[in-house]
């Protein structure tokens, strides 16, 4: 099971947290990622984390702003979000990925407005 928190309202340039904790399976075996869907929108991933922590990948849209992280002993992974823009607003979903397992969590609101 995955649980998200740290969704809300920020202002343009503005930052936010959200956090993921995961519960229920080997978390520190599993690749995480944030994937985000807007409105009339796909879902895209935004970034993601390998098993230590390694290695990240993030989106172009996200470069230089956002930041993913990891803590195998407490099973959390957290995306850092720094100069928020309008076009950040989206659902955010917690992603775990081994093999052909996929675990979801059921999502987070981020609006950006002014």
């Known amino acids: 099971r995955l649980v998200e928190s740290g969704g809300g309202s920020a202002q343009p340039g503005g930052s936010l947290r959200l956090s993921c904790a995961a519960s229920?399976?080997?978390?520190?075996?599993?690749?995480m990622g944030w994937y985000r869907q807007a409105p009339g929108k796909e879902c895209e991933l935004v970034a993601s984390?390998?098993?230590?922590?390694?290695?990240?990948n993030y989106a172009d849209s996200v470069k230089g702003r956002f930041t993913i992280s990891r803590d195998n002993a407490k099973g959390t992974v957290a995306l850092q979000m720094n100069s928020l823009k309008p076009e950040d607003t989206a659902v955010y979903y917690c992603?775990?990925?081994?093999?052909?397992?996929?675990?979801w969590g059921q999502g987070t609101q981020v609006t950006v407005s002014s």
């Open positions: 992603n775990a990925v081994r093999f052909l397992m996929s675990v």
């Open positions: 229920g399976f080997d978390f520190s075996s599993y690749t």
């Open positions: 984390i390998t098993q230590s922590g390694g290695t990240t």
